[in-house]
């Protein structure tokens, strides 16, 4: 099973996971509204309740005060919570505990008390869902020392980040995008395989510029590369941060001395933004002395997410305007 793989979604990647890991430790459990006999409002949960009872896949009422309060208590008693969020914008009631509480405790108490939980946030936009139900926040959370904050953006990635974090001894902000819950790949069977936090991907190799991204859009700048090789001849080189905090400063400073151009794209609003952080932490390296342009960033337009489809579709960076931004960095439109 070693090198075995199946073809699966990213919600089946992440029960696979889950189940993984609660198997291999009796310490870790799942909660969360409607995780149980429901199977999860994403179905991220489905069948886990008949394998593990309902000691281990934990419904709650909902609070999401409660449900962070009690998820970090067992942890810093020695149990390893995976708290299912449901939409991300309700993290917003679990912020004094995340923020305040677990993100503190392990630097407060000299590394004696640790909080090992996993926030997994449904996040991201293009389901319908409108402005309360549709944000990416995890610029909030990267500001915070303490927490580790995660979002890959393939079904394996999902798979061995997911395992790393549940492993994990810290905090981890884990997004997960609803619109891609249904995204199949590839994905490793092997329930020792994990994926490092902290780790940057080359997903695509190339010569003429950079694009840094992670999560849902990784899958669009991948179309976007293609497509502008196939029809411009530029050489895209994609760089998928998987991690945003910590951040692998290396991957992205080696990739942009190399190209001399860089784009830096997510789907959550532009203004203050990870991305800006990025861009930030090129301007303040030597990598800045090897840029033969502007550092352009493409993100989500600085409004509520409509309810509207196409007006949905109209702020968010498409595989057209991922396309447009390269060419103008090398000059070709």
């Given at each position: 099973?070693?090198?075995?793989?199946?073809?699966?979604?990213?919600?089946?990647?992440?029960?696979?996971?889950?189940?993984?890991?609660?198997?291999?430790?009796?310490?870790?459990?799942?909660?969360g509204e409607d995780v149980g006999i429901f199977g999860g409002d994403f179905g991220t949960s489905v069948g886990?309740?008949?394998?593990?009872?309902?000691?281990?896949?934990?419904?709650?009422?909902?609070?999401?005060?409660?449900?962070?309060?009690?998820?970090?208590?067992?942890?810093?008693?020695?149990?390893?919570?995976?708290?299912?969020?449901?939409?991300?914008?309700?993290?917003?009631?679990?912020?004094?505990?995340?923020?305040?509480?677990?993100?503190?405790?392990?630097?407060?108490?000299?590394?004696?008390?640790?909080?090992?939980?996993?926030?997994?946030?449904?996040?991201?936009?293009?389901?319908?869902?409108?402005?309360?139900?549709?944000?990416?926040?995890?610029?909030?959370?990267?500001?915070?020392?303490?927490?580790?904050?995660?979002?890959?953006?393939?079904?394996?990635?999902?798979?061995?980040?997911?395992?790393?974090?549940?492993r994990d001894n810290n905090t981890v902000i884990f997004l997960e995008y609803k619109a891609q819950f249904n995204?199949?790949?590839?994905?490793?069977?092997?329930?020792?395989?994990?994926?490092?936090?902290?780790?940057?991907?080359?997903k695509r190799e190339g010569k003429d510029v950079t694009v840094v991204t992670y999560g849902r859009m990784l899958?669009?700048?991948?179309?976007?590369?293609?497509?502008?090789?196939?029809?411009?001849?530029?050489?895209?080189?994609?760089?998928?941060?998987?991690?945003?905090?910590?951040?692998?400063?290396?991957?992205?400073?080696?990739?942009?001395?190399?190209?001399?151009?860089?784009?830096?794209?997510?789907?959550?609003?532009?203004?203050?933004?990870?991305?800006?952080?990025?861009?930030?932490?090129?301007?303040?390296?030597?990598?800045?002395?090897?840029?033969?342009?502007?550092?352009?960033?493409?993100?989500?337009?600085?409004?509520?997410?409509?309810?509207?489809?196409?007006?949905?579709?109209?702020?968010?960076?498409?595989?057209?305007?991922?396309?447009?931004?390269?060419?103008?960095?090398?000059?070709?439109?």
């Amino acid at each position: 099973m070693e090198n075995e793989t199946k073809v699966m979604s990213v919600r089946d990647a992440i029960i696979l996971a889950m189940s993984e890991e609660m198997r291999r430790d009796e310490n870790v459990f799942l909660m969360g509204e409607d995780v149980g006999i429901f199977g999860g409002d994403f179905g991220t949960s489905v069948g886990m309740l008949q394998e593990f009872g309902k000691e281990r896949v934990r419904d709650t009422p909902i609070s999401e005060n409660a449900i962070s309060g009690c998820a970090i208590g067992a942890a810093m008693t020695g149990l390893r919570p995976i708290v299912d969020v449901t939409f991300m914008d309700f993290i917003v009631y679990m912020m004094d505990n995340i923020v305040n509480q677990a993100a503190k405790t392990r630097y407060m108490f000299g590394g004696k008390g640790q909080v090992p939980v996993v926030f997994r946030c449904a996040a991201g936009s293009g389901v319908g869902a409108a402005a309360q139900h549709s944000q990416s926040l995890e610029a909030w959370f990267t500001h915070i020392p303490g927490l580790k904050v995660v979002a890959p953006g393939t079904p394996a990635d999902v798979k061995g980040i997911l395992k790393s974090a549940i492993r994990d001894n810290n905090t981890v902000i884990f997004l997960e995008y609803k619109a891609q819950f249904n995204m199949k790949g590839e994905v490793p069977l092997d329930p020792e395989f994990t994926i490092p936090l902290g780790k940057a991907e080359l997903k695509r190799e190339g010569k003429d510029v950079t694009v840094v991204t992670y999560g849902r859009m990784l899958e669009r700048v991948l179309q976007a590369a293609d497509q502008v090789r196939e029809a411009e001849g530029v050489s895209v080189e994609v760089v998928d941060l998987r991690t945003l905090m910590p951040l692998d400063k290396e991957a992205i400073l080696n990739s942009v001395k190399k190209t001399g151009r860089v784009l830096l794209v997510n789907d959550a609003h532009k203004t203050g933004g990870f991305i800006g952080e990025i861009a930030a932490t090129i301007a303040e390296s030597d990598a800045f002395d090897y840029l033969d342009g502007r550092i352009l960033r493409l993100a989500a337009e600085d409004v509520p997410v409509p309810y509207n489809a196409k007006l949905e579709a109209a702020m968010l960076p498409s595989v057209e305007r991922i396309k447009k931004y390269i060419l103008k960095l090398v000059n070709k439109r």
